[in-house]
């Protein structure tokens, strides 16, 4: 069963970078669609980055486009999701996920906290 655990959340003032990493188990990146996820309370999810089996092109959500990059290290089962430029309204829980059905997780990880203060 594949597991994904995701670590480097937290709290950082706006224009400030944070770096979320994601290693998975039970699987390597190959055969999946990978990347991140936000939600914030009360509203959908949203799918800010992903790509196809770790070396795929990677898509952006516009709101995250030329800030935020996703890059995997196939040999490490990790992707990492670099923020920059942080704004108070990337404020959310992240989330990395795989999926074989495009970029629709089947697994997701527990969820990392990042806070963006003014």
């Known amino acids: 069963e594949v597991q994904l655990v995701e670590s480097g959340g937290g709290l950082v003032q706006a224009g400030g970078s944070l770096r979320l990493s994601c290693v998975a188990s039970g699987s390597t990146f190959d055969a999946y669609y990978i990347g991140w996820f936000r939600r914030v309370p009360g509203e959908e999810n949203e799918g800010i980055a992903c790509?196809?089996?770790?070396?795929?092109?990677?898509h952006y959500a516009n709101s995250v486009k030329g800030r935020f990059t996703l890059s995997a290290d196939n040999a490490k089962n990790t992707m990492y999701l670099q923020m920059d430029s942080l704004k108070p309204e990337d404020t959310a829980t992240y989330y990395c996920g795989m999926g074989t059905t495009g970029c629709l997780p089947d697994y997701w990880g527990q969820g990392t906290q990042v806070t963006v203060s003014s």
């Open positions: 790509m196809s089996g770790g070396n795929g092109p990677i």
